[in-house]
Nanobody
Framework: QVQLAESGGGLVQAGGSLRLSCAASGRAFSSYAVGWFRQAAGKEREFVAAISCSAGSTYYAGSVKGRFTISRDIATNTVYLQMNSLKPEDTAVYYC?????????????????????WGKGTLVTVSS
């Protein structure tokens, strides 16, 4: 069993930055890839970024590549999403998810189906 808790959301102006955190607890978390997903009002949940269990590889959605960076602190079981150059279309509830024994790219390709555990989400609002 893995528990995930997101934090760091808030209101920011377009062009600004935020860093989201996903704190994990539970057994064998180091064997899980972790991804960030987001869901805007009235839209389906979509993949944003993922990082492998060893933090050796990452994978990004095209819409955020070059602006967002995912990282992982294995010692503290925390995964971060640094979001720069934010746009109003980045407004959404951001969720972290964990999937066991999967690569970051596979998590991105398989999307929601790949994830075993989910956090409750944190709201990011980008004003224009």
């Amino acid at each position: 069993q893995v528990q995930l808790a997101e934090s760091g959301g808030g209101l920011v102006q377009a062009g600004g930055s935020l860093r989201l955190s996903c704190a994990a607890s539970g057994r064998a978390f180091s064997s899980y890839a972790v991804g960030w997903f987001r869901q805007a009002a009235g839209k389906e949940r979509e993949f944003v970024a993922a990082i492998s269990c060893s933090a050796g590889s990452t994978y990004y959605a095209g819409s955020v590549k070059g602006r967002f960076t995912i990282s992982r602190d294995i010692a503290t079981n925390t995964v971060y999403l640094q979001m720069n150059s934010l746009k109003p279309e980045d407004t959404a509830v951001y969720y972290c998810a964990a999937a066991q024994s999967i690569t970051a790219q596979a998590m991105g390709v398989k999307g929601l189906k790949a994830s075993d555990y989910w956090g409750k989400g944190t709201l990011v609002t980008v004003s224009s």
